[in-house]
Antibody, heavy 115, light 112 residues
């Protein structure tokens, strides 16, 4: 069974940093691209970032470029999202999801940005 | 990039057929065969229902079908069931040779 488990969310002050992790099992992680997608409370889905299987290609949404960094460790079946200079509008549940197409998804980790 | 346009809500009775539209532009929905649809229940992660405009992953009921005409994609749910009551999101690749982007629709709440 494929599983994606996110962690690292929590409460952080504006301007602060968090590092999210997503550990994968049940498929050959090193052959798949991965994504982060977020959902603000009561709002819709927003794609955040993409990383190819070898980390050669990395892309970001305009709203996070320059503040967030996606990375992966194929030996540890993990993908990460380093989030710096966090803003109130970054508050959301963050999901990792496998490409192509977002399938499957993890259960999400909540990031709260508040003073 | 603006979000794809979906109706905020649709409703139907058990057994009926409903369609949710998703309107974009020739730079996203109309430009590529990459529209996908997701179902989300409150407090849970989304689930892939349709990919590449019309394809259904194994395990997804054949009551769900996707189509596309020009810049508008559609999700049709036939034989509505109570358990279909959820939020539905469309999604499209919206990149080019110079940039990569993915956009979602605003979501549609289906009431059965």
């Amino acid at each position: 069974e494929m599983q994606l488990v996110e962690s690292g969310g929590g409460l952080v002050k504006p301007g602060g940093s968090l590092r999210l992790s997503c550990v994968v099992s049940g498929f050959n992680f090193s052959t798949y691209s991965m994504n982060w997608v977020r959902q603000a409370p009561g709002k819709g889905l927003q794609w955040v970032s993409f990383i190819s299987s070898s980390s050669k290609y990395i892309y970001y949404a305009d709203s996070v470029r320059g503040r967030f960094t996606i990375s992966r460790d194929n030996a540890r079946n993990s993908v990460f999202l380093q989030m710096n200079s966090l803003r109130a509008e970054d508050m959301a549940v963050y999901y990792c999801a496998r490409s192509n197409y977002f399938d499957p998804w993890g259960q999400g980790t909540l990031v709260t940005v508040s003073s | 990039q603006s979000a794809l346009t979906q109706p905020a809500s649709v409703s139907g009775s058990p057994g009926q057929t409903i369609t949710i539209s998703c309107t974009g532009t020739s730079s996203d929905v109309g430009g590529y065969k990459v529209v996908s649809w997701y179902q989300q229940y409150p407090g849970t992660a989304p689930k892939l229902l349709i990919y590449e405009d019309t394809k259904r992953p194994s395990g997804v009921s054949d009551r769900f079908s996707g189509s596309k005409s020009g810049n508008t994609a559609s999700l049709t749910i036939s034989g509505l069931q109570i358990e279909d009551e959820a939020d539905y999101y469309c999604c499209s690749y919206a990149g080019s040779t110079t940039f990569f982007h993915v956009i979602f629709g605003g979501g549609t709440k289906l009431t059965v």
